[in-house]
């Protein structure tokens, strides 16, 4: 397995990253990366979801400022009033911790609206307060922290443009072996199939950027072919399968080779 490549600073662990963002006062932070490599539990060890100072704001295919800040839509009456966003509510609730997740599934740029430029720290607070289409004030309380989560793999969404994400610290959680090691240990896996996970790991890592989190569920005593069959090999054969086949037989004879070969191996940690 190889090792990684790069100056040192370039692995420092996401979360080490995240948390000197927090410790010095980053106020609009985005967590980009594939899927299931530790976003959202990064974020949940930051704020748990239990906490009255957060809110969680999933974001929907073709959301608009109409969801998020402000529209003027009729009620059940059919009488039409001024309705708040899910993002202006958590606003003007005064949340301490407003997470955006998957914000790249709209245009956020136009979504946000005229709140685009508040994001940043200098812009926050009364004194910077704009007016919304509403006629009301808005500003952003300078302790708020909006946290932003992107998964960099699916094309069908949005990319966000320079402009917002030279708004944001971000942070890149790509697919980390090291993470990968910690989850199987965790597991109680035996050490020489904890090796083995590693470098099927390492060599998909060359067709396809899979998030470590795939293998969170493998337990002892799961056969890891079968787990492969049900949980990764279908992840793998949505995005290879049907013009990069050889790349998707070359993961699955990777597989063959360190697993079927004994398959009586225990996933036991040795004691």
Known sequence: MSLPQGPQWLRVSPEEQLQQLITTGSKAILLLGPPRTGKTRAVDAVVTRSDEDRVTIQIHDGWGYDELMVSFRPNERGEWNWTRGALLEAIREKKKFVILEEI????????LGEVFSLLE???RGEANAIKLRNGDL?????DTTIIATMNTLDKSTEDLDDALLGRFACVEYPP???????????????????NNLSELFASI????????GYFADLKPDV??????RARVRPVLQSHLKGYRDE????IDEKVDQLFNAQPALSTHRNR
């Open 104 to 111: 790249n599934r709209t245009q956020a740029t136009q979504a």
């Open 247 to 250: 790349d998707l037989a070359n």
């Open 121 to 123: 720290e200098k812009y």
């Open 223 to 228: 056969n890891v072919i079968d787990y492969y």
């Open 205 to 212: 890592q060359q067709y396809y950027p899979l998030g470590h």
């Open 176 to 194: 980390r072996v090291e993470d990968l090691i910690t989850i199987l240990r965790t597991q109680g896996l035996d050490d020489e199939v904890v």
């Open 138 to 142: 808005f500003f952003i309380p300078e």
